[in-house]
């Protein structure tokens, strides 16, 4: 197990494994207030240059459950970057601290932070990649069909840090991951490189109905994210034909499952009828936050 948590494909199966499994054994007694306190008395910083709900609240009530304590701390208050150095903010926050979760935007900046910082950072989103949601995700799959190995995964939408992530996992994980979006909003190059590299399973088309076509998993986001509102009338646009509603499903396996990270624009990337339908597990994928993020918690703090 790496010291920090940056991104899924930094660790080996068998830790990802680990980590998996480590939440399916907390979850129910997490759920029914009876988890050991394994982590007393340490604190978690997270660190905050976006808004959230999920990242936030899943973090601190997992290290809660665990017997430790959280700070809320605010790129304005900290100036990482700016007011201060990377450098100099990794060595004082490790001074106080006993982990650092930080949701950011500059991807780098996380990385200098984790490799200055003498505790453990965990990545809880960059604009590169978002690990702790699709570890949670994948735990979701894990829950509603049994395994992720041999499932198609298909994600309908943006290239984006999400996307990057589910290629990071494809490179671990033994499932075969297909993303449809528009030309032009394709994922990371460096990324994708790296997939084809290490053999992963995937592909990337600009046809959503031949991308769903005996899918087990379609996976939506919003058409625009936080730092991306000045392009929601051109991306509104470009995303329309990827919508994920119900003729879109049609081609998929009989079985599939309906996943977003939330938040969710309804009408825009998804529809109510899909979002309230049989097939639905978006708020099971966002409690499996908790119970992902808790395990690993639980192993980097140790």
């Known amino acids: 197990m790496l010291k920090d948590f940056l991104a899924i494909d930094d660790h080996s199966y068998e830790d990802l494994r680990a980590i998996l499994d480590l939440a399916k054994q907390q979850k129910p007694l997490a759920r029914n207030h009876e988890l050991p306190h394994t982590l007393p008395n340490r604190v978690l910083a997270c660190v905050f240059a976006k808004p959230s709900l999920r990242t936030r609240v899943s973090f601190e009530v997992a290290i809660r459950q665990l017997g430790g304590e959280s700070m809320f701390i605010t790129d304005k208050e900290i100036g990482m970057g700016t007011r201060e150095s990377v450098y100099d903010v990794a060595k004082v926050m490790s001074r106080f601290c006993d982990g650092i979760m930080i949701r950011w935007f500059d991807h780098q900046e996380v990385v200098d932070l984790a490799k200055h910082a003498s505790v453990p950072v965990i990545n809880g989103l960059t604009d590169l990649t978002h690990p702790c949601q699709v570890m949670a995700d994948i735990l979701t799959v894990e829950e509603h069909l049994g395994t992720i190995e041999g499932k198609n995964v298909v994600m309908v939408g943006d290239g984006n840090n999400l996307a990057n992530s589910w290629l990071n996992a494809a490179i671990k994980f033994p499932f075969n991951f297909i993303l449809a979006c528009p030309d032009g909003y394709q ?21 959503p109905k031949e991308a769903v076509e005996g899918a087990h998993v379609i996976y939506g986001d919003a058409f625009y994210s936080m730092g991306q509102e000045e392009e929601a009338i051109k991306r509104r646009a470009d ?21 977003h990270c939330l938040p969710a624009h309804r009408g825009e990337e998804i529809t109510d009828e899909v979002m309230d339908g049989p097939h639905a597990v978006m708020f099971d994928e966002a409690e499996n936050r908790l119970h992902a993020q808790r395990a690993i918690i639980a192993k980097l703090l140790k």
């Open 187 to 207: 994922p990371d190059e460096g990324i994708v490189r790296k997939a084809e590299a290490a053999g992963a399973s995937f592909m990337i088309t600009h046809d």
């Open 239 to 259: 995303f329309a034909p990827f919508q994920i509603n119900s003729d879109l499903l049609k081609a998929a396996d009989k079985d599939h499952i309906v996943m």
